[in-house]
């Protein structure tokens, strides 16, 4: 499925997997998140020959020009998992928002496990 909407522009389609590839990299650059843990048996297959699926941790669900977003992730230990979640998803709303016009209606972040 992907991101449609409509603007004095025309109308606008985002893949599902542009929206997930920005996620990921929001995710990567901020201080405290270790990596994303696969969510599917089918993104552990990939991983076995050396392919890094494309949406690796990140489920996107969009209704009535509203993004839903479910990120499962690994913290570093000894950082506060609060603070960690907080700055995610700050970051993220901003920038999901600001890449495709959409409101982001909820983020729910996974914390997985730590990394020492």
Known sequence: M???TTNIYGNITISD???A???SKVAKDCVGVAELVSRRLSDSVLMIFNKEPISKGIKLVTMDSRIYIDIYILVFDGISVDAVV???KSAI???VEHFTGMRVKAI???VVGMKL
């Open 86 to 88: 907080a700055s995610l």
């Open 21 to 23: 590839v920005l996620i």
């Open 17 to 19: 997997d542009a929206v």
């Open 2 to 4: 992907a991101l449609h």
């Open 93 to 95: 709303v901003y920038h």
């Open 108 to 110: 729910d972040v996974h």
